[in-house]
């Protein structure tokens, strides 16, 4: 069973930059796109960017595309959302998962490990 742990959530002023990290106990085959996502109170989860380990290949959701980064790094089975310009519609719980789908993996329910989410308040 693979393991995520999300850290590196907080509070922040609105324009304010944030870097989470997500921790894999392991890399498999069930890990081959990690990816993240929000989720608001009352909203539904939301896509926001993911990466394949095979080619690094990364995509995001529009609404982050040119603020947001996400980079992986296999030898510490660690993947790292780098979030700028922050925006106060952006407060959610950002969860770290773990698909085994290669390519644009953008559902959560192709996604079989969850990490326990952490809080980003974007203050206006």
């Known amino acids: 069973q693979v393991q995520l742990v999300e850290s590196g959530g907080g509070s922040v002023q609105a324009g304010g930059s944030l870097r989470l990290s997500c921790a894999a106990s392991e890399l498999t085959f069930g890990t081959s796109t990690m990816g993240w996502f929000r989720q608001a109170p009352g909203k539904e989860r939301q896509f926001v960017t993911a990466?394949?380990?095979?080619?690094?290949?990364?995509y995001f959701a529009d609404s982050v595309k040119g603020r947001f980064t996400i980079i992986g790094d296999k030898a510490k089975n660690t993947v790292y959302l780098q979030m700028n310009n922050l925006k106060p519609e952006e407060t959610a719980v950002y969860y770290c998962?773990?698909?085994?789908?290669?390519?644009?993996?953008?559902?959560?329910?192709?996604?079989?490990?969850w990490g326990q989410g952490t809080q980003v308040t974007v203050a206006s």
């Open positions: 998962a773990a698909s085994p789908v290669l390519g644009q993996a953008m559902s959560p329910s192709v996604y079989e490990y």
């Open positions: 990466i394949t380990w095979s080619d690094g290949s990364a």
